[in-house]
């Protein structure tokens, strides 16, 4: 090869191959400036990687956690929150007169003719903090010094599917883990014979499905392990053989998915198999003592309303105490639904028949909700237990009749306590009619930034590769509600 052939197979060496293949071996000056300025381009793109490789965002983002564990008291269809802790008296005044209000898509409003309608039960001031409550919840009037009531959620659709849907994964449409999912994701569980998340079912399973307890595209041992209210708490928990066979049927069981996963490759779904296998044997010993309140003493029974004379009252006492000994046994994430007592969408969705049945709920819910807070307490766990009491929207502050509201996400109240939250206050405001947040507006994003932050978890750096992205339960919203930390 001679000298000069030589010199020009040297200089396309040192440029992109569609570049060297030009005429004649050597690039134009055209072709030299495009190479040398992708060549700038990947230099760039190697410095950041570089740099975020430098700089690894914590899985988690741990923080300082103020609370260990979260207990969600669902109050699935809508409580009205005009009606229960957001007292409007110019409503009140109103009440019966037309109602002077432009429809949007927040209010999912039925009917002509509508007009305000006041509120159905009376209101009074409670507590040293002397917040507003209704009749409706006598028991939780007693505690109501604990609790942080914010009146200015907002949702995004006037439909239970996705508000349920929302309030749980953070997202209305498409398939997410639930924010219980998220939590023992983010957190784990402070005890291996039991499960991380833990649903206290009752015997309803609310709009939206059974995706508002799964684990989405997250480990199969992160989603809920229901628990029923009354017979067998969960199926198949009492052992079909002596320890001893078990204990070599699962041995067993572990060679076999450990030489699946040497032939497939697929460890994450293998792992997650035996992980579920695993802690459901040990489920079969310590969930038993769990939910059985038997040995509890007659004045604990007796606070939590077990001996009251309805199933349904005495189905959710028991629900409410065995959540304070899940979380008390180091359970991460405790979920409490409603019953559903009649033929409805669900427990408090009236759009007639308001009177009657939010009474019903109320007298289902208050007492055992209200012992809840007082055991945490006297046992030192509320300091360190997150309580959420929540539905998935309000209702409409007018009515077509007299005994109804409507679907409403434009404004509504929830209530937290414990767990690092200030006790006996307010924070947000809906309008004089309580139609629309107007101080504070706050999204779900925000109600699960806070609980994430309170569990001492970065709800921004909580995330997980999916779908070609970083994925977290807040998705691109969220902000941690500070106003409202003790």
């Known amino acids: ?42 230099t760039a793109c190697a410095g950041l990687s570089q740099l975020r490789a430098a700089t690894p965002r914590p899985q988690a983002g741990r923080l300082r956690p103020a609370a260990r564990s979260v207990v969600f008291l669902f109050m699935d269809g809508g409580v009205s929150h005009v009606d229960t802790f957001d007292y409007k008296p110019e409503l009140a005044k109103r009440s019966g007169q037309p109602a002077d209000w432009t429809p949007d898509a927040r209010s999912q409003a039925v009917g002509q003719g509508r007009t305000w309608l006041g509120p159905l ?39 239970h599917g996705q508000q349920n849907l929302l309030l749980h994964t953070g997202r209305s449409i498409g398939v997410g883990p639930s924010m219980g999912a998220w939590v023992v994701h983010g957190r784990g569980s402070e005890n291996d014979d039991l499960p991380g998340y833990v649903l206290l079912n009752n015997d309803w399973v609310p709009n939206g499905g059974a995706q508002n307890f799964g684990s989405g595209f997250l480990p199969a041992t992160c989603q809920a392990s229901t628990v029923r209210p009354s017979g067998q708490p969960i199926d198949n928990i009492v052992p079909a053989d002596p320890w001893p066979l078990q204990r070599a049927k699962l041995d067993y069981l572990a060679q076999q998915n450990a030489a699946a996963t040497a032939r497939r490759g697929d460890a994450d779904a293998i792992e997650a198999a035996i992980g579920t296998y695993e802690t459901a044997a040990r489920m079969q010993i310590a969930l038993p003592e769990i939910c059985d309140v038997s040995r509890e003493t007659a004045a604990t029974r007796a606070l939590y309303g077990l001996d009251r004379p309805h199933d349904f009252d005495r189905h959710y006492a028991l629900q409410c105490l065995r959540a304070r000994r899940l979380v008390e046994a180091g359970v991460r994430f405790v979920e409490v ?67 109804g509201r409507d679907h409403h996400v434009a404004g509504y109240t929830v209530w937290m306590a414990g767990g690092g939250i200030r006790g006996g206050m307010t924070f947000g405001a809906t309008d004089e ?4 947040a107007v101080e504070n507006p706050l999204d779900v994003h925000d109600l699960h930034a806070t609980l994430l932050h309170q569990l001492g978890v970065d709800h921004e750096h909580l995330t997980v590769r999916f779908g070609g992205r970083d994925v977290r339960l807040t998705d691109v919203h969220g902000r941690v509600i500070r106003q409202i930390l003790a």
Not at 355 to 384: F, S, W
Not at 433 to 436: E, R
Request: charged content about 20%; overall charge positive.
């Open 1 to 42: 090869m001679s000298t000069e052939r030589r010199a020009k197979r040297r200089a396309a060496s040192c440029l992109p191959r569609s570049t060297a293949a030009c005429e004649g071996g050597l690039p134009t000056r055209r072709q030299l400036l495009r190479a040398a300025g992708a060549g700038l381009a990947w």
């Open 121 to 159: 039960w009376p209101f009074a001031r409670h507590g040293q903090s002397g917040l507003w409550a209704s009749s409706l919840f006598p028991h939780l009037a007693s505690v109501i010094d604990e609790l942080c009531i914010v009146r200015s959620l907002t949702g995004e659709t006037p439909l």
């Open 337 to 403: 639904t409603c019953p559903l007592t009649h033929a409805n969408n669900a427990p408090w969705d009236q759009h007639s028949g308001l009177r009657q049945y939010h009474a019903e709920n109320a007298r289902i819910t208050d007492q055992p909700v209200a012992a809840l807070l007082k055991d945490l307490k006297q046992r030192g766990l509320l300091d360190e237990t997150l309580v959420v009491w929540a539905g998935e929207m309000g209702r409409t502050p007018h009515s077509a009749g007299t005994d």
């Open 433 to 436: 009619m309580g139609m629309a």
